[in-house]
Nanobody, 114 residues
Framework: VQLQASGGGLVQAGESLRLSCAAP????????MGWYRQGLGKERELVAA???????DSTGPMKGRFSISRDNAKNTIYLQMNNLKPEDTAVYYC?????????WGQGTQVTVSS
């Protein structure tokens, strides 16, 4: 299963980025889609997730600044990241999860300079 993540880059603190992740339709229709991130020397952590029923979940210090959405017509999820901070610097991974099945995208680097 191939998850195509894109949209990372280098930005300054306070700026915004939008990440995209496209999935095969057979996955997108059923699986919970989410974004995780892993900073250098840190564990991978959940950023936000959205179910096939469009229920969203976001956690931690990103809540209120980041929002996840899905476009069912494009089989794509988005992560809108506003007011980025240097501590948001990480590799962001797209994930598809259903029961004990989990698939990962290749990761996209987000770097926030101060």
């Amino acid at each position: 299963v191939q998850l195509q993540a894109s949209g990372g880059g280098l930005v300054q603190a306070g700026e915004s980025l939008r990440l995209s992740c496209a999935a095969p339709s057979v996955i997108f229709r059923v699986y919970t889609m989410g974004w995780y991130r892993q900073g250098l020397g840190k564990e991978r952590e959940l950023v936000a997730a959205v179910t096939s029923a469009d229920t969203t979940d976001s956690t931690g210090p990103m809540k209120g600044r980041f929002s996840i959405s899905r476009d069912n017509a494009k089989n794509t999820i988005y992560l809108q990241m506003n007011n980025l901070k240097p501590e948001d610097t990480a590799v962001y991974y797209c994930n598809a999860r259903w029961g004990d099945k989990s698939f990962w995208g290749q990761g996209t680097q987000v770097t926030v300079s101060s």
